[in-house]
């Protein structure tokens, strides 16, 4: 089965909303919100977004103005730009990219994030309870020593 891509041209600008079950690349201008659940957004070298992203997958080699939620990945390549925050569970940032914003990396399974930092704190702890015995039996063996 052959993959649909749409490219929208250097020459089109969009105003409003932006909907699509296919994988798209925007060359043009966008502002408003670009809602493509499920499929690969790709802002190209002369794209210019100024929008609220939702994409299974953004790939930007142009400039995004806007927050970039993504189920899959965010990927800001060389030269692209984005100037908003990001949701997503893995993001890459090339060098030479430019990234203003706040990145939010959770998985949709918040509670497994919470469970393994459970472990670590009761790892923690113990280390904590061991080291307050080594120092109460170090105080022991000062004071036989003192009143020996």
């Known amino acids: 089965m052959e993959k649909d ?19 798209l690349t925007i060359e043009g201008h966008v502002e408003g919100t670009i809602q493509l659940k499920e499929h690969v ?7 210019r977004i100024k929008a609220q992203v939702f994409a299974k997958s953004v790939i930007v080699l ?3 103005t806007g927050n970039v939620t993504a189920s899959d990945k ?21 060098e030479g990219a ?15 994030p919470q469970q393994a930092s459970k472990p670590a704190e009761k790892a ?7 080291g307050q015995q080594g120092q109460q039996a170090q105080g022991q063996q000062a004071a036989q020593r003192v009143g020996a």
Do not use: C, W, Y
């Not at 600008?13 to 909907?19: F, M, P, Q, T």
């Not at 923690?124 to 061991?130: D, H, L």
């Open 5 to 23: 891509i749409v490219n929208i041209g250097k020459s089109v600008v969009i105003k409003g909303e932006l909907n699509g079950s296919e994988d």
């Open 41 to 47: 957004l790709t802002i190209g070298p002369n794209g």
């Open 62 to 64: 142009g400039e995004v």
């Open 74 to 94: 965010v990927d800001i390549r060389d030269n692209g730009s984005v100037d908003g925050d990001i949701v997503s569970p893995r993001v890459a940032i090339a």
């Open 98 to 112: 430019h990234f203003r914003g706040s990145v939010d990396m959770q998985r949709k399974g918040g509670a497994a």
């Open 124 to 130: 923690a702890s113990q280390q904590g309870q061991q």
